[in-house]
């Protein structure tokens, strides 16, 4: 069955701008998470989304935000964009809140901020 | 939440078989161990994860100490597709998600 889906896979924006990036779970899988990845913070939770509401967020500005939606698909959304939001945007679903957590990750979208 | 220690980087020679160490000594008893890894250019991979039991499966096996403070990830013939980071998670933070650490740069030597 296909796999977790982002797009963009690339994106460049401006200082000040917004962006959305969307995400497609596996068919199945009612639960979306949004990670950031940098090269020095490594990877760190945005949010987790599960049947449309958001269950879970992490320690970020409320510049970033999300949805999902009654199919599951995710987005989310960055405004006022800034250089240090310069990153990898991972999206992971799994089907469910779980006792283990294993979870499938999309490739990702490289957002660059000039 | 738990912490991790790995080393940064190991390095191994194609065909031969890799232990990935991790230490996770402030891990609860019911936190479950879970392995993932990022190949390069690509999203984080589920390779494998156990509670207390050494588990297998068609990627690799995972050894949990009895103790449960450490775990090692065995790739039993590594091949070059090998090459990538290794996380090694112990368990969930207050908002049940996993608590990633900086992995291990595996090398693959031909």
Known sequence: ?114 | DAKTTQPNSMESNEEEPVHLPCNHSTISGTDYIHWYRQLPSQGPEYVIHGLTSNVNNRMASLAIAEDRKSSTLILHRATLRDAAVYYCIPGVDSNYQLIWGAGTKLIIKP
């Open chain 1, 1 to 114: 069955k296909a796999g977790v889906t982002q797009t963009p896979r690339y994106l460049i924006k401006t200082r000040g701008q917004q962006v959305t990036l969307s995400c497609s779970p596996i068919s199945g899988h009612r639960s979306v998470s949004w990670y950031q990845q940098t090269p020095g913070q490594g990877l760190q939770f945005l949010f987790e989304y599960f049947s449309e509401t958001q269950r879970n967020k992490g320690n970020f500005p409320g510049r970033f935000s999300g949805r999902q939606f009654s199919n599951s698909r995710s987005e989310m959304n960055v405004s006022t964009l800034e250089l240090g939001d310069s990153a990898l945007y991972l999206c992971a679903s799994r089907r469910g809140l779980p006792s283990s957590y294993e979870q499938y990750f999309g490739p990702g979208t490289r957002l660059t901020v000039t």
